[in-house]
């Protein structure tokens, strides 16, 4: 048949075979064409032997087209496809060859995994981005600079309600830092800030978006510049550069890109990881966040290129709640007392000041302190004495008098009638 004795070769067969040709030509010796093609004496010999047996075919390895030795059974396939319609599905190849090897016990590199997926229509190629143009070196210490952002995301797929992931990654090291909120605020960032400082320590900078927790949208006026007021700061803004932390802010996504490959990355893994522990609640996914987190930097975190740590541990007598916090300055009445949010606080003791500082903490408490930062006692002041009822005033009368029904005025609005004069 046509097509029989065709002989399909690679760009490496076709150079072995010509310095073959040769040496059975007696153009070069056996020993220089073993070191042109970096094969042995021996090996050289077999491959003339073969070429003189089979002619120009004899070049192409015997095993080409045939099923691997190490080829995994048709049994296993099946299985491990089972497996992943059942449990995995939606898992990419290197997840799910993680979690058969964790939880099922069938240890198969990735690209097997990919290969079978792919065969049996589960899993897609996916394109890969291009990368950004402008490439920014790490910086070199663990701390120097930290990304943050939040994430709103379906974490739960449906199971509970939707969360958003308040992420930290360091710049250096890709040390991952998180927690699960129910909305991205400032609240939000207040505490997971307050909780990354406790395990890490402050980092010299925080790199971060333009969303309106993390900068302030308000504008200097013409009155505020000429008293030499600077540019309003948000709570959050405010708060951490009380604490020495500088705040850069990025002029896009791409420019943040380190944590917005996290969140992609997590959205794959950490959802899949939730989704096989069953977890329905913002407290359980906080619970399984802190477990899976050390174990996910031992991992995927890389070593940085100056073994500092930059971060500065506080001492126990800092009260980092006094920093991270809510702010808002009040004017005291008279009567010692002062409105916020809605409801009114007696101020006990005596001061001069009548100005104070309302602290809202993160853990909803509240905290008031004069002008000099002293704490000030108060009470909250349950109900507003009721104002003194009125009597009903009579409706004023009017002094308006409409004119008679043959009044001139009236009698002007009716069509006059004029007498034709006749000669």
């Excluded at 099923?67 to 048709?74: A, F, H, I, M, W």
């Excluded at 800030?193 to 013409?222: C, E, I, M, N, W």
């Amino acid at each position: 048949m046509a097509g029989e004795d065709r002989i399909e070769m690679s760009v490496q067969d076709l150079k072995r075979l010509k310095v073959l040709h040769e040496a059975l030509k007696h153009f070069i010796t056996q020993r220089t064409a073993g070191m042109m093609l970096g094969l042995s004496e021996r090996q050289v010999r077999r491959l003339i032997r073969r070429v003189r047996e089979e002619q120009d075919r004899g070049v192409i390895h015997r095993g080409r087209g045939r099923p691997s030795n190490n080829r995994k059974g048709e049994k296993l396939k099946q299985e491990v496809l089972s497996l992943y319609r059942q449990k995995y599905e939606g898992f990419g190849p290197t997840l799910a060859s993680e979690k058969l090897l964790e939880l099922d016990g069938i240890a198969l590199s990735d690209e097997t995994v990919r290969r079978w997926l792919l065969e049996a229509g589960l899993w897609k190629r996916s394109r890969k981005r291009a990368k950004h143009r402008h490439w920014r070196p790490r910086k070199e210490c663990f701390g120097q600079m930290v990304q943050l952002d939040g994430s709103e995301h379906e974490w739960l797929e449906g199971r509970g309600p939707l969360l958003v992931l308040m992420g930290y990654i360091d710049d250096a090291t890709n040390t991952v830092f998180g927690r699960f909120y129910d909305y991205e605020g400032t609240l939000p960032a207040l505490d997971s800030f307050k909780r990354y400082v406790k395990q890490y320590g402050l980092p010299l900078s925080l790199y971060l978006d333009k969303h309106r927790t993390y900068k302030s949208a308000g504008t200097v006026t013409v009155e505020q510049q000429l008293a030499g007021v600077g540019q309003p700061l948000s709570q959050f803004e405010r708060a951490v550069e009380e604490l020495g932390v500088r705040l850069i802010h990025a002029d896009s996504p791409q420019a943040k890109g380190r944590i917005e490959r996290l969140f992609g990355v997590l959205q794959d893994r950490l959802i899949k990881e939730m989704r096989l522990k069953g977890i329905k609640s913002k407290e359980e996914a906080n619970t399984f966040l802190e477990r899976y987190l050390p174990v996910y930097n031992r991992k995927f975190s890389v070593v940085a290129a100056n073994v500092t740590d930059a971060h500065l541990k506080l001492p126990h007598t800092i009260d980092l709640d006094r920093y991270l916090c809510i702010k808002t300055q009040r004017t005291v009445r008279n009567d010692n007392t002062i409105g916020h949010n809605g409801l009114l606080y007696q101020l006990e003791g005596t001061f001069s000041s009548k100005h104070v500082t309302v602290e809202e903490r993160v853990d909803g408490s509240l905290r008031i302190r004069s002008a000099r930062g002293v704490s000030i006692r108060y009470r909250e002041i349950v109900g507003r004495p009721p104002k003194a009822v009125q009597s009903p005033k009579r409706p004023k009368t009017s002094n308006v008098r409409l004119p008679a029904k043959d009044h001139p005025w009236r009698q002007s609005t009716r069509r006059m009638v004029v007498p034709q004069i006749t000669d």
